[in-house]
């Protein structure tokens, strides 16, 4: 037996961290049957004294077991050894550490604030429309080399660090995208190795990012506009003496040759321009009180892309084709004669000719300040050229300023926060496959510092999105760090009577379209929506579904219990007393206020008013459904926490509001209400129409779905659930037919059009010719959960797989298919291949630590523990 995979708060080995830690591990044996029967943790700190111990203790737990020691001192590094004890009595060991950062931020940091000594104007949206970007240096001597140092950073923009020109940033995007008045981040680099005796040099470049951009604008009241830096670096010599170096007095400050950048105009960069006047900066007393450290995944450089192809389009445009839609920035090998202007303009897709097209919502061309633009001005001197502050979501470039483009200068820095990747499917199908390409690219693009929407018009953080989307994200890729930073933001959103607004962080235009819209639905505070804001709740509840995080529900359950005690009081107090329901059901019927709806429905979305009826679609049925649905989940937390009151509580608000939706809705006049798909999708799934009408409703969504000639009907909220729906009514043959649609709207027909992402809108083509959507947007990728149940044939039976059910349910259509995933647990596969005369063969990999049912397509069962099993189907009788 091997202990692996030793992680410190789902991070390895990381250092600078300020909160309570947890250890998770992964064991491997070449044995059968595995479980782990206890373990033992013990920490020391950097003195080797143990400051904790847990003691072995009796458990099969792997994963988020807190600590519970001695109180943890700031800059110090913790030695963390694990012993785990199986079934068999095998013992094994490992070990890992971690180091915190400044724990006590009011007493640690000595660092103050600076700012240049003039005012910066306001930024507008636009190409070139910013102030430079600001360069602040400390220059300092040194005696010998340093046994360890470290340098604390963070800055009101976005920001790159350098000790000694070379760039030491903890990320590529720091000090990333949170509630800046609540949570800023900062980051913990180790220079030691970058010191020298003598003179250092340590600078930080601070531009606009997302808190000073206009199209991004913190929601700060008196908001300071000025580019701020902090940073603080802590020397330690071998003789026990310590040397800081510190923004303050001594600081300086310049510009260079950054001289403009946004994050969706882009940059303006003159490599003639350096720093040639130093000037003081003025100090800023804007405390530490909203600092915290970094934790999860920041954003990186994740792949480099070669240019694919040079096109000339009917225009005569030189375009760069990169093969793939992404979320990045060129990177170029600039060898031009001194003063040449090349520009680089980004796009997602191209025109019916094959000319350059601006996909940008609401705009024809540029104007709107989303210009997906780069501008670099050569030094005449060789060197790479990548923007520094800026990314943008393109697959094409369109190069201007050179006679003729060498792709070969030319690739593309694909940027995300996604770093390991969980999993691995492919099929018999390619149009399958490259649908589940599709879904990986824009999960890719759209985990970059928070979950967007999309990489280049809003790169915002739509709840609804996430909630949708976070049971296939969390099982493609490592994202419990991440999504648990973007729950800790969403809560610190959440204001007093416990509202959630629908995008998180709630900055730039959401809340002044957040104060229109609650002026015409009669509404107040910050804008909430059903199946939206119902993430405060969803999301930690699919966290622990997936991954067995049961520290998500612990901390995110204060701001989940006040969502639900806001939608039940909600729903309490508007009451229509000139409404034939009675109003001890309305009081149980959340009906009221602005909704977005099921959103996107294919049948209203080309109308000219079809937004406006998709949100008609949110007090009629949704916000109901929904808030059933979301405090029937809180129900189930507590249960899971053993909060036995709010429980009880809990689970009468569900069975009410049930009740109301079947009075009120469902049956009010004794026949099914609707004519929404998504209303018969949602009301089955969710298991809200009484048994003795199922049929009737089952009825009306087949023919429904048969009238559409098998194409989708489905908004944002009821897709993720339309192809279980049909399995749950016994027509998994539907479901099928409906994956495999060619026809728009379908996920098929976006495969035949050449897409290499999730699109926004089914409707992006219309007659060959594109149109002003996003090409990028992961939210109905959401069908990579169910073609990993069905056809994978892998899912969790228990939280975080702890039981899995392994049973893949093929349609003729498929020969083969290999899924292979990593849980919590460590890896779990299914291979099967169906032959000529009836035959399947299947292989199975179980993790240890768990147990799995196997379910072949007889029905045969087989109940095992951890190890590898085939399997053989001879047409007539099982095998193994």
């Known amino acids: 037996m091997e202990v692996k995979e030793v992680i410190v708060l789902h991070q390895e080995n990381p250092i600078g961290i300020d909160r309570t ?64 004890w199986d079934c068999t009595g095998d013992l094994a060991e490992a070990s890992s550490s971690f180091e915190t950062g400044l724990l006590h931020p009011d007493e640690d940091w000595k660092a ?77 680099a180790d220079v030691t190795e970058l010191l020298k005796a003598g003179e250092n040099k340590i600078e930080m470049y601070v531009a606009d990012g997302w808190m000073l951009g206009r199209q991004s604008r913190a929601d700060i009241a008196g908001l300071d506009e000025n580019h701020c830096a902090l940073y603080q670096l802590e020397i330690l010599f071998g003789d026990g003496s310590i040397r800081r170096v510190c923004t303050g007095e001594e600081t300086q400050w310049a510009h260079g040759p950054v001289q403009s950048s946004d994050l969706f105009a882009g940059e303006f960069y003159d490599a003639n321009q350096s720093p040639r006047v130093w000037n003081p900066c003025v100090r800023k007393n804007f405390g530490y009180g909203n600092l915290r450290a970094q934790f999860g995944e920041t954003v990186e450089t994740v792949e480099i892309l070669p240019a694919k192809r040079l096109l000339v389009s009917p225009r005569g445009e030189q375009l760069i084709d990169f093969g793939q839609v992404l979320a990045g920035r060129v990177r170029m090998r600039a060898h031009f004669a001194k003063g040449t202007r090349i520009t680089l303009e980004h796009c997602e897709v191209l025109d019916r000719e094959g000319n350059f097209f601006n996909n940008i919502s609401g705009q024809k061309g540029v104007g709107d300040g989303v210009d997906q633009k780069d501008v670099y001005i050569a030094s005449g001197l060789e060197e790479v050229y990548e923007p520094l502050f800026t990314y943008h979501g393109f697959r094409y470039v369109r190069v201007s300023g050179l006679e003729h483009v060498d792709p070969e200068d030319f690739c593309a820095a694909v940027l995300s926060s996604e770093k ?3 999993c691995c499917f492919t099929c018999s199908d390619e149009k399958l496959n490259r649908l589940y390409e599709n879904t990986r690219w824009s999960q890719r693009s759209n985990m970059l510092s928070i979950p967007t929407d999309c ?58 379209l957040g104060d229109s819209l609650n002026q015409i639905f009669g509404t107040s505070g910050k804008l909430t929506s059903a199946g939206w804001s119902d993430a405060a709740v969803l ?32 729903a309490k107090e508007h009451v229509d007393p000139e409404s034939s329901i009675p109003r001890e059901t309305q009081e149980y019927l959340w009906n009221s206020g602005f909704h977005w709806g099921e959103w996107l429905i294919p049948s209203m979305e080309m109308a000219e008013d079809g937004k406006q009826r998709s949100m008609q679609t949110g007090p009629a049925y949704i916000a109901p459904f929904f808030g059933c649905f979301t405090i ?27 009740q109301a939706i079947v009075d009120g809705i469902l049956l009010r006049d004794g026949e099914p209400a609707f004519e929404w ?11 809200l129409v009484p048994e003795n009408n199922r049929e009737a409703f089952a009825g009306r969504l087949v023919s429904m779905i048969e009238e559409r000639d098998g194409c989708l009907d489905t908004g944002f909220l009821a897709t993720p659930y339309i192809l279980d729906t049909c399995c749950l009514i016994g027509r998994q043959d539907l479901a099928y037919r409906i994956l495999w649609q060619e026809k728009c709207p379908s996920w098929m027909y976006e495969i035949e059009n050449g897409a290499t992402t999730i699109w926004e809108s089914w409707f992006s083509y219309q007659d060959g010719n594109p149109l002003y959507t996003s090409m990028n947007h992961y939210a109905f990728g959401c069908v990579d959960d169910w073609i990993f149940r069905k056809i994978g044939g892998i899912r969790p039976a228990q939280a975080g797989f702890k039981h899995i059910l392994i049973q893949p349910e093929p349609d003729e259509r498929l020969k083969e298919a290999v899924l292979r995933m990593d849980t919590i647990h460590g890896i779990v596969s299914c291979r099967w291949k169906k032959g000529e005369g009836g035959t399947f063969d299947m292989k199975v990999e179980v993790p240890c630590n768990t147990t799995a049912s196997i379910i072949l397509p007889d029905q045969s069962r087989y109940e095992v523990g951890s190890g590898t099993y085939e399997y ?5 009788s099982s095998g193994r």
Not at 541 to 566: F, H, P
Request: glycine letters at 6%.
């Open 455 to 512: 990489p280049q018009r809003e790169k915002a953080g739509w709840a609804g999105d996430i909630q949708i989307f976070a049971r296939t994200a969390l099982q493609n890729a490592d994202l419990t760090a991440f999504l648990s930073r973007w729950l800790e933001n969403l809560s610190c959103e959440q204001d007093r009577e416990g509202r959630v607004p629908i995008v998180v962080p709630y900055d730039g235009p959401y809340p002044k």
């Open 677 to 687: 798909m998504g209303a018969y999708v949602l009301a089955l799934y969710l298991n």
């Open 539 to 570: 999301v930690p509840y699919q966290m622990y579904q997936i991954t067995g995080n049961k520290r998500i529900l612990v901390e995110q359950y204060a701001s989940m219990k006040k969502w639900c005690d806001y939608v039940i009081r909600t």
């Open 112 to 188: 103050e604030w600076v700012a240049p000594d003039r005012e910066k104007k306001p930024s507008e949206p636009g190409f070139g429309r910013q102030e430079p970007a600001t360069l602040f240096r400390n220059i300092w001597e040194i005696n010998g080399r340093p046994v360890k140092a470290r340098v604390y950073s963070t800055c009101h923009g976005i920001y790159r660090l350098y000790v000694n020109g070379i760039d030491c940033t903890e990320g590529r995007m720091a000090p990333e995208h949170t509630v800046y008045e609540k949570y800023l981040c900062y980051q913990t």
């Open 420 to 422: 390991k990747n969980l």
């Open 872 to 876: 053989h189907l001879d047409g007539k």
């Open 21 to 84: 830690p947890y250890f998770s591990w992964k064991l491997s044996s070449g044995k059968q049957n595995v479980m782990q029967a206890a373990y033992q943790i013990r920490v020391q700190d950097s003195s080797g004294q143990e400051i904790w111990d847990s003691g072995r203790a009796e458990s099969s737990q792997d994963s988020y077991i807190l600590y519970e020691g001695k109180e943890l001192n700031s800059r110090e590094r913790y030695s963390v050894r694990i012993a785990v």
């Open 632 to 658: 029937t989940c809180m129900q189930e937390i507590a249960s899971i926490l053993e909060r036995k009151e709010d429980e009880a509580y809990y689970r009468e608000i569900a069975e009410r509001m049930k």
